[in-house]
């Protein structure tokens, strides 16, 4: 709680991705791609979007959301809906 404010003031300046920034902007990109039809911008695409699936997955990582087995129960899914294979080391 003692860290709200200053994790707040880091948010607001863009210091710091929380994990539902970065699925809006997945999301976005993904759709950007499916009506791109310039190959070059295509491609430029693909690669922000896996930087920020790996953004994602660090985050999701470092907060271990699913290290709990009630959440690891989801785990599949929630991969499932976001378009991406499941990570190697389950």
């Known amino acids: 709680e003692s860290l709200r404010m200053s994790y707040r ?3 607001n300046a863009g210091m710091a991705e929380d994990e539902g920034a ?3 902007e997945l999301m976005t990109i993904d759709h950007l791609i499916a009506k791109c039809y310039d190959d070059k911008e295509r491609e430029q695409l693909m690669r922000k979007k896996t930087e920020k699936q790996m953004m994602l997955d660090k985050l999701v ?5 699913f290290s709990k087995p009630a959440s690891a129960f989801y785990k599949n899914k ?3 809906r976001l378009g991406r294979n499941r990570p190697s080391s389950s």
């Open 22 to 24: 970065l699925k809006k």
């Open 61 to 65: 990582d470092k907060k271990g959301m």
């Open 9 to 11: 003031m880091l948010k």
């Open 78 to 80: 929630v991969y499932e």
